[in-house]
């Protein structure tokens, strides 16, 4: 157990030190913009093309593996959104966003970070495969729920066109489409760019986990409502549970692929589900507190999980 406090204590400390520091100096949330950058467009892109980059090309087409891990986020985003939908009686714009906040976990910030101190450098290529293929979902369902909902004023094509650019020119995206054709032409980089990436990939994790302390701070939570119990339970520990079902019964991975995606499906909700709610104007303040109960909830339930794995009480493989 030791070992498991040693490994999230630093984690989550730093989360915690973005939101003291934040508490302390009351800059205004548009002050982080320059460090949110930063990682989002240079420290993580760095980190996924760097590790894709040097990793055989046979890892990285594993379609059972995307299938399943994609395949489970999903049932969650449907069994929380068909619900919605019937207690609210067709409120499609905002059962959107609760089945975001009960599905879309919080793989860009936290994903990486943990996924890499927890089980190495091996853990970096399912990241960004699960990362890369559930952003694509992310990004076409929530404008195609809203324009079903009449919140999105487009026509058709521009909506297909918007969804495409949103998928195409993620940075994310992009550094794992370039890592991946990186492994399969078998090209690395001169010493001194590969230098660069260094750096900037051991900076990816502590800036994302300061930023997101800071913006859990600047978002403060007055309320639980009721009916964010049911979001943290699914996000939490329904879509662990099935991530793991859904990739034991689908094949035989290896024990840092399997861990590693539902170490991905229990992180809490990702602050993007903040900002597609304050978009359309829709559940805005729910999902800023479905974001900050689930990470202090996730505290608790990573570590526990992170004890299982660690200890050997969850098997690798469920139908081995």
Request: hydrophobic share 55%.
């Amino acid at each position: 157990m030791t070992d498991i406090i040693g490994l999230v204590l630093p984690f989550f400390g730093i989360i915690f030190l973005g939101y003291v520091v934040a508490r302390l100096t009351r800059q205004p949330l548009e002050a982080l913009g320059w460090m949110t950058t930063f990682v989002i467009y240079v420290a993580l892109p760095a980190l996924f093309f760097q590790l894709l980059a040097k990793t055989p090309i046979e890892r990285l087409t594993e379609g059972s593996y995307i299938f399943g891990a994609v395949f489970s986020t999903y049932i969650v985003f449907s069994l929380m959104f068909v619900s919605s939908v019937l207690l609210s009686r067709g409120d499609i714009a905002s059962a959107t966003v609760r089945g975001l906040a009960s599905a879309y976990g919080n793989i860009g910030y936290m994903g990486p970070g943990l996924a890499l101190l927890a089980f190495g450098e091996e853990a970096a290529v399912p990241v960004a495969l699960i990362f890369c293929f559930e952003n694509i979902m992310h990004f076409a369902i929530a404008p195609m729920m809203m324009a079903l909902s009449g919140s999105e004023k487009t026509s058709p094509g521009e909506l297909a066109l918007g969804v495409a650019k949103k998928i195409a020119l993620h940075p994310f995206i992009i550094a794992t489409a370039v890592g991946v054709t990186a492994a399969y032409l078998e090209v690395r980089p001169p010493m001194p760019v590969e230098r660069l990436l260094e750096y900037l990939s051991r900076a990816a994790a502590p800036c994302a986990l300061f930023a997101m302390g800071v913006t859990l701070a600047l978002r403060p939570l007055n309320r639980v409502p009721r009916e964010l119990g049911a979001v943290a339970a699914l996000k939490l520990v329904v879509h662990p549970m099935l991530c793991y079902v859904m990739l034991s019964w689908l094949g035989n991975f290896s024990e840092i692929w399997m861990f590693s995606a539902v170490l991905l499906a229990a992180l809490p909700t990702a602050t993007n589900v903040f900002v597609i709610a304050q978009q359309y104007g829709v559940w805005v303040q729910r999902a800023s507190a479905s974001i900050l109960l689930t990470t202090l909830l996730s505290v608790g339930t990573v570590t526990a999980l992170l004890y299982a794995i660690k200890s050997g009480l969850l098997p690798p493989d469920l139908f081995p």
